[in-house]
């Protein structure tokens, strides 16, 4: 079983800084990353998948690099609407799939 | 579009029943799998099971003892039947679509499913 590490639990930033979230696999995934937006009261929305593709729709400022084990989301410059939770997702062995816990994006 | 339905209170030991029904496009596309994600109050996602339109389906190993996926491609639905509920299967249950590129790109709003006697 792949188990997903997400860091930092809770992220303070300031509007308009950057945002690196960070997330680890047990084991090597290759490039088989997902990443979540999710606010309150919402469903979760699909902001990058194959660890680095943008899904349709989804700004420029929101940019996925990693392979292997280890990945990043990063938020060039923070919006308010930017804030939210945040989720890795793998799926090296699809349709199977792992959530991590979670990286709470706050106002600073 | 996806929509989930049910109930929202279940008593426990009871079986929990949910449907997601497709709009919008059919559910026997070959491109995507369907599938369910719950999300505990306080806690993250976790995913539950996925199916495809011939009836293929993947449980997560820590619940696959009590749910049973389903799809019934007259309708254009799929299903989620959870056995012997607890306190712990209180959460928002989504329905969503895992494509083959990878990712869940299509989510219903959510259901919310309390356990409680």
């Known amino acids: 079983e792949i188990v997903m590490t997400q860091s930092p639990a809770t992220l303070s930033v300031s509007p308009g800084e950057r945002a690196t979230l960070s997330c680890r696999a047990s084991?090597?995934?290759?490039?088989?990353l997902a990443w979540y937006q999710q606010k309150p009261g919402q469903a979760p929305r699909l902001l990058i998948y194959?660890?680095?593709t943008r899904a349709t729709g989804i700004a420029a400022r929101f940019s996925g690099r990693g392979s292997g084990t280890e990945f990043t989301l990063t938020i060039s410059s923070l919006q308010s609407e930017d804030f939210a939770v945040y989720y890795c997702?793998?799926?090296?062995?699809?349709?199977?799939?792992?959530f991590g816990q979670g990286t709470k994006l706050e106002i600073k | 579009h996806l929509q989930e339905s049910g109930p929202g209170l279940a008593k426990p030991s009871e079986t929990l029943s949910l449907t997601c029904t497709v709009s919008g496009g059919s559910i026997s596309s070959r491109s995507y799998y369907w599938g369910w994600v719950r999300r505990p109050p306080g806690k993250g996602l976790e995913w539950i099971a996925s199916?495809?339109?011939?009836?293929?389906?993947h449980y997560n190993p820590s619940l696959m003892s009590r749910v049973t996926i389903s799809v019934d491609t007259s309708k254009n639905q799929f299903s989620l039947k959870v056995n012997s509920v607890t306190a712990a299967d209180t959460a928002v249950y989504y329905c969503t679509r895992p494509t083959v590129t990878g990712g869940m790109d299509v989510w219903g709003q959510g259901t919310t499913v309390t356990v409680s006697s």
């Open positions: 997702q793998e799926y090296n062995n699809w349709p199977q799939f792992t």
């Open positions: 084991q090597s995934i290759s490039s088989s």
């Open positions: 194959g660890a680095s």
């Open positions: 199916i495809n339109y011939s009836g293929s389906a």
